[in-house]
């Protein structure tokens, strides 16, 4: 079992930068694939960021890569997602995802989520 706890979301304008936290409870949280997904009002969560157990191996959503940068800190049991050169199209509430899986890009391949943490970005 995984407890996520998502923080460091806000209000920021176009150009602006946040980093996201997400902390996890458990002992095997080293153990996971991590994962940050996206939910717009109206519209389905997307997925944002992976990043594997050792933290060697990431990927991205084509509309962030080069934007934002996903990291972590095993021995915190805390990921990280550093968000640079926000858009407005950013704006959405931000979820830390756990998998016991390969690392996957699709909701269903996480067994845990955080409560999510709103990013706004204004024009």
């Known amino acids: 079992q995984v407890q996520l706890v998502e923080s460091g979301g806000g209000l920021v304008q176009a150009g602006g930068s946040l980093r996201l936290s997400c902390a996890a409870s458990?002992?095997?949280?080293?153990?996971?694939?991590m994962g940050w997904f996206r939910q717009a009002p109206g519209k389905e969560r997307d997925f944002v960021a992976g990043?594997?157990?050792?933290?060697?191996?990431?990927y991205y959503a084509d509309s962030v890569k080069g934007r934002f940068t996903i990291s972590r800190d095993n021995a915190k049991n805390t990921v990280y997602l550093q968000m640079n050169s926000l858009k407005p199209e950013d704006t959405a509430v931000y979820y830390c995802?756990?998998?016991?899986?390969?690392?996957?890009?699709?909701?269903?391949?996480?067994?845990?989520w955080g409560q999510g943490t709103q990013v706004t970005v204004s024009s």
């Open positions: 990043i594997n157990w050792s933290g060697r191996n990431t």
């Open positions: 995802a756990a998998s016991s899986l390969t690392p996957g890009t699709r909701v269903t391949e996480y067994n845990y």
């Open positions: 458990g002992r095997t949280f080293s153990s996971y694939v």
